[in-house]
């Protein structure tokens, strides 16, 4: 069986890292924690699960703490989580016997990470990370925000979540402020950077800086594919927003060069369509990104409504405009099947049923 030490970074963190260590804690065979500058209670919480505490002083950058955690290991292989990260009993469960199972011919095991939920609490925006690595100093982060591991060596895929939970709001410029501190000091700027840079900028509304951030992107030669399909999106909505519809729609035709049209591109695309008042040409779109094909596997964001309710709800608004409400129906019990406790749904249901009796009448 495969040796774990779970590595984290922590600041503030005392209503929380209970929770997160609570559901891993008996998965991992050692347990680092790295304190950036807590005032609250997180050393004290930490030190009922772990003697291993070390502070190290915030330089503004993820990877330098998150990799002196990893300096500090001693098993076979690096976990790293967040505090507000939780693994459910059950997927807990599914750790333990993957442990049992994995053979040190693995390099890295990728898991699935759920970031944002629905109403109901199921999982709309998800995936994979690099979540397991050997504990070998080639596999260790990299970028001040953002961090990643560069994959190589053999690869495992995990379907066992990590489901991101925040209890509170956390400092929503630091990340911002950090790229703008890079940008000031003249630090290269790798293509990663470069379109989390944008999507920052688009994030707090600056969408005149964002486009030119994002451009950028798309023109270096080596961006990862999946980053780039996605900026194209992100690219759009920025021109959206500066009033510039026809290149925002341009945007949107650009991420189609790249790869099979993704449910993300489709829905954006119906969206731009259904907004103009031109639903033939949203239902086209609509129907493609019903059809698409899922693959998380990529390590692209999925975001899940669009590869089912998105598409099903939006036909039936197509629909309904063009008149056609026998579609409209068909495709709102479409869209039911996905999420049966939608208000939109619920809410079209109780739209045409008056629609019925105000006819029979």
Not at 132 to 148: P, S, T, Y
Not at 346 to 351: I, P, R, S
Request: with cysteine.
């Amino acid at each position: 069986m495969i040796t774990i030490s779970l590595c984290m970074i922590v600041k503030d963190e005392e209503d929380t890292l209970e929770r997160c260590l609570e559901g891993v804690g008996e998965c991992v065979d050692e347990i680092i924690i790295v304190d950036t500058g807590s005032k609250d209670n997180t050393k004290a919480i930490a030190g009922k699960y772990t003697d291993k505490l070390y502070d190290f002083p915030w330089i503004k950058d993820f990877s330098a703490a998150r990799n002196y955690g990893f300096s500090k290991a001693t098993k076979e292989y690096c976990m790293w989580m967040d505090a507000d990260d939780i693994l459910s009993a059950e997927n807990a469960q599914a750790l333990l016997e993957l442990k049992q199972e994995l053979t040190t011919e693995t390099d890295i095991v990728m898991m699935p990470y759920e970031t944002a939920f629905d109403e109901t609490g199921a999982p709309v925006f998800s995936y994979y990370r690099e979540r397991i690595v050997k504990n070998q100093e080639n596999f260790r982060f990299k970028g001040r925000v953002h961090e990643a591991i560069a994959l190589s060596g053999k690869i495992f895929y995990a379907d066992i979540p990590v489901r991101h939970q925040k209890t509170k709001e956390g400092d929503h410029l630091r990340n911002l402020n950090i790229y703008e501190e890079m940008e000031r000091e003249g630090e290269n700027f790798s293509p990663r950077d470069f379109y989390y840079y944008g999507r920052e900028l688009l994030t707090h509304r600056r969408y005149e800086k964002g486009i030119r951030i994002l451009t950028a992107f798309l023109k270096t030669p080596d961006g990862w594919i999946e980053n780039k399909i996605d900026a194209t999106r992100q690219l759009s909505y920025c021109y959206e927003q500066t009033g510039r519809k026809e290149e925002a729609l341009k945007a949107l035709l650009e991420g189609l060069a790249y790869d099979v049209p993704r449910g993300e591109t489709c829905c954006a695309l119906g969206r731009h369509f259904l907004n103009q008042g031109q639903y033939e040409q949203a239902v086209f779109w609509y129907q493609q990104a019903l059809y698409s094909k899922k693959n998380k596997t990529t390590g692209a964001f999925v975001e899940e409504d669009c590869y089912g309710f998105l598409p099903a709800i939006s036909l039936c608004i197509c629909y309904d405009r063009m008149g056609d409400q026998k579609k409209a129906e068909i495709y709102n019990e479409l869209a039911g099947r996905y999420k049966p406790e939608s208000p939109y749904y619920l809410q079209n249901k109780e739209y045409f049923k008056k629609k019925e009796n105000s006819g029979a009448n």
